[in-house]
């Protein structure tokens, strides 16, 4: 019995209309790259496992893609003692034989698995800056439109495979950067035409907060948490922070600033009445206050930009601005963030090349592709790649078809023609059809006679007779 054909589960097959889309997005994202000065690079698929774990926080460790060293390693292995290390099966009080399954794993991960997949564009950015840091010029602007794979369970908006498109500039603590990539963020969108809500917080704001509700130490555990404020509510929030050590009295010092709302300057000051204790607070607030004045002054609408004081990003490498953007459409459903990034001030450290401050953003392509296909924003013009079909009623005509196509092909239009020349004419109309293609010129023997083409218009179905100049005219 033949295999039935499958894929792996979070990850997806796409069709050429389907490509043709997401290359409208990748295209839309690059030339807004470009016009701010960024440069692309790639890096490779895999990368050491060194060089990823630790990056992402233990839920981020979880879901990075281990490989196995070679594909034939497992048969490498003479005995089973190489893989457990000593960690053979001790008997519990119940008589039963148990490992301790983390120190095996651990030691397993040591021995079966040196590389992993990225999990992300950041942290191999950070490792191509420290490997290449005399060849580039600082401040570096790259931008970076490649996959990245994560074990994550697979649902509506989250995949496996995916793809971001990301932009950092590092070697700069200019906080005009972080103004910049607000207004690429509004670029891109407005190019959509979808319309967004920008979010903005800073986690030295966050800082301030843990160190002011008396948990300077639990920081991690605290962005952590709010960070999923808006998937497991406030009770959901505070039930999180109980089991990870928090005291009451912290959790209850942050139902506050959990519950406020208000307007951007209301929540700046709150914020600077609940800091005013805290430096690194108020060096946030500070910060934010010169993102949100520059970004008003530059002409850009404030009215789709807002502070989100619970605002956290789960990555642990952010230290300045983090931003995170919704879909603000009533028709949508989408709840998940569709574009987020922040500062980070020492990434490059870990790679022994320190205080490299950088900053960035990633555009989640996938996701935008589900907003727009949902709202049905793609524009007609990317719904078909070939925009002319020559349909022919035989080979003569063919061969006095192909001189016209090359001219039409040379206009920069896409074109071409249905290849079995005698094919019935009922069948290349279909073929036109299936593909979306949306003007065909018919070729017979009085065209070829007059040069007077029948062009047709496969949507409105009007037909009219052209010579090749009026049709490229028209396409054009």
């Avoid at 639990?218 to 509510?233: P, R, W, Y």
């Avoid at 300057?265 to 607030?285: C, D, H, M, T, V």
């Avoid at 952010?318 to 980070?344: C, H, L, M, P, Q």
Wanted: proline share 3%.
């Amino acid at each position: 019995m033949a295999q039935k054909p499958s894929i792996p589960k979070g990850t997806r097959d796409f069709s050429p209309q389907e490509m043709v889309r997401r290359n409208y997005i990748f295209d839309t994202i690059k030339k807004t790259f470009q016009r701010y000065g960024y440069l692309p690079i790639e890096t490779p698929a895999m990368e050491n496992l060194s060089t990823l774990m630790g990056k992402y926080g233990d839920e981020g460790d979880k879901l990075i893609f281990k490989i196995l060293n070679s594909g034939d390693f497992m048969n490498s292995i003479s005995s089973g003692s190489e893989l457990f290390n000593g960690n053979y099966p001790k008997r519990n009080e119940n008589g039963i034989d148990v490992f301790d399954t983390e120190s095996v794993s651990k030691s397993l991960l040591k021995i079966i698995s040196e590389k992993a997949l990225r999990y992300d564009l950041t942290v191999p950015f950070a490792r191509y800056v420290v490997q290449h840091q005399n060849e580039i010029s600082f401040p570096f602007k790259r931008y970076q439109i490649q996959p990245v794979w994560r074990a994550d369970r697979p649902q509506k908006g989250r995949y496996r495979e995916f793809y971001q498109c990301d932009a950092d500039v590092i070697g700069s603590n200019s906080l005009l950067n972080e103004v910049e990539l607000v207004q690429m963020m509004d670029d891109v969108f407005t190019a959509l035409g979808l319309g967004v809500l920008i979010k903005i917080n800073n986690r030295k704001i966050l800082s301030g907060i843990a160190e002011v509700i008396g948990e300077k130490e639990k920081i991690v555990t605290i962005t952590v948490a709010i960070d999923k404020l808006d998937k497991i509510g406030k009770d959901g929030v505070n039930k999180e922070l109980q089991e990870n050590g928090v005291s009451d009295a912290a959790i209850q010092k942050l139902q506050p600033l959990i519950e406020f709302t208000g307007s951007t300057a209301e929540k700046l000051n709150f914020l600077r009445s609940l800091l005013a204790s805290s430096e690194i607070g108020l060096k946030g607030i500070e910060e934010l206050e010169y993102v949100f004045k520059t970004v008003e002054a530059s002409g850009l609408s404030t009215a789709n930009v807002e502070l989100d004081i619970t605002l956290a990003r789960g990555l642990n490498y952010y230290t300045g601005a983090i931003f995170e953007v919704k879909v603000n459409d009533s028709r949508s459903e989408f709840t998940s963030s569709i574009t987020g990034g922040g500062r980070y001030d020492d990434l490059t450290g870990i790679f022994g090349l320190p205080n490299m401050s950088g900053v960035g953003i990633s555009f989640g392509a996938d996701r935008i592709y589900d907003v727009l296909l949902e709202l049905n924003l793609f524009p007609e013009s990317v719904t078909a790649s070939t925009k002319l079909l020559f349909v022919t009623f035989g080979e003569a005509e063919q061969a006095y078809c192909l001189p016209l196509l090359s001219r039409v092909r040379k206009a920069g239009i896409n074109a071409e023609v249905y290849p079995d020349a005698n094919a019935k004419m009922k069948k290349q109309m279909g073929y036109a059809d299936d593909k979306k293609v949306p003007f065909v010129v018919i070729v017979g023997g009085d065209e070829m006679q007059s040069g007077q083409l029948a062009f047709k218009n496969m949507t409105s179905g009007e037909q009219e007779k052209l010579t090749i100049d009026q049709i490229i005219e028209r396409l054009k």
